[in-house]
């Protein structure tokens, strides 16, 4: 599925602090070089029902699995081998006797140290990775994960490591073996070394999402196939809000595009940055927010939700905004299933113009059936041009004024919603009260 960097931002799926970020919610990962794995698979959403099935496929095999996955492997011992790669020791013995061991022992002490240190990590790591083939590896298990575990075995598969795999901990060595290990691993297998702690970065990062799964009670939504899009959920919430309010959703091709108002601070925003981050997730293969969850395989996802101006370039909130719709069009005609999800249009200029410009994209992208729109808007008279629209639904989010405080519910009606607070919200700060004793 077809994002871009606008629309991960829109959706906060990344953020530099990360409590405010999809991604750094959903990271369980154990290892940094996991972490980073999975920031990759963050930015690459599937392409394919295939693909997106596998990798759920996959998580629901680590889930079962979890108590088995080795805590042997631990972001300390990768660390702790890549420095043995770094740190510069005094050339060990090959084949060592046990005069030439103990002779490097005595002789070259403190690097002595580090190689049985290392050696430790590096035996733990094997191991670990043993218990993970003899985990997960069966023919019929999802193709990328079987294919990742039979390269760790063709790599692993070494005269020089045999011995290892009949030992249970680093401490059963003797001095020669300890020793011997280490100078191999030293200076003949290094890059293989590091292949294989990239394999296992990539399965720390499935471990990571199944983890989310479990941790957060994520669904895996269910991929159907259909010449058109759909997008059904029960249930949806946002991930980031602490008390969220469920919401059910239903798009298709009959009803594809749904125009949405409500004052502010209703939840217009975070209702259409939950549709899309459900959306976003269960095109990695995730689970989703939602109690349920049955949707297309989608061909791209879109936001227009927190357009910038350009200061340097000299170009206006509006122009930018515009130049977002222009893009959008453009790809929404490929005949390609989108998601397009659009925040208070043209918030850069008067009212007047606002309502002319968002009724002429209105009608323009509803005229699109292949994909899927969400619009908020604050413009509700335009509603009455759109009503004969048949594939038009018409939500809103109640606001009520009890004792002279409003009252979010945030529950998704229908309808359109004509209410206008802005002054009350002003009048409610005491901000009107400061202007009158200026």
Known sequence: METDQTTLAD????????????????????TVGGQEHLKRLFTHTLDSIEKIRDTQS????????????????????????????????????????????????????PDYGLVKYSAGHAFEFLKGMESLIHLFYVKENPK??????????????????????????????????????????????????????????????????????????????????????????????????????????????????????????????TFIKAVGGAVFLAHLGMGVPAASMKITLFDGLLSNINVQDNIVKGESYFYNEVIRIKNTVIKVTDKRKWLVLIDELFKGTNIQDAMKCSTAVIQGLIKVRNSLFILSTHLYEISDDLKNFENIDFK?????????????????????????LGYFILKSEKVTDLLDKI
Not at 229 to 258: A, E, M, R, S
Not at 396 to 418: A, P
């Open 11 to 30: 959706l906060s799926v990344f953020h530099h602090d990360e409590s405010q970020s999809i991604f750094g919610k959903y990271n369980q990962t154990r």
């Open 58 to 109: 996959i998580l629901k095999l680590i889930l079962e699995k979890e108590s088995e996955w080795p805590v042997r492997i631990s972001n300390g011992s990768l660390m702790m081998i890549y420095k043995f790669y770094e740190t510069a020791v005094d050339s060990i013995p090959a084949q060592p006797t046990i005069f030439s061991a103990y002779s490097y022992k005595a002789l070259h002490g």
């Open 144 to 269: 990328p994960l079987v294919s990742k575990l039979e390269r760790a075995l063709s790599i692993m598969a070494k005269p020089q490591l045999e011995f290892l795999f009949k030992l249970e901990r680093p401490g059963q060595m003797n001095i020669m073996q300890m020793l011997g290990f280490a100078s191999y691993v030293r200076y003949h297998f290094k890059q293989l070394f590091y292949e294989l702690i990239e394999i296992y970065y990539e399965l720390d990062a499935w471990y990571g999402m199944a983890m989310s799964v479990k941790k957060f009670s994520l669904v895996f939504p269910e991929f159907i196939e259909s010449d058109g899009p759909v997008l059904q959920i029960k249930g949806l919430y946002h991930t980031l809000i602490p008390h969220p309010v469920p919401y059910d959703v239903i798009l298709d091709d009959k009803k594809n595009f749904i125009f949405l108002t409500g004052a502010n601070m209703a939840g217009k925003s």
């Open 396 to 420: 809103y989010f109640q606001t009520e004024v009890i004792d002279d405080k409003l009252n979010f519910n945030y529950q998704l009606k229908e309808g359109v919603s004509n209410d206008r």
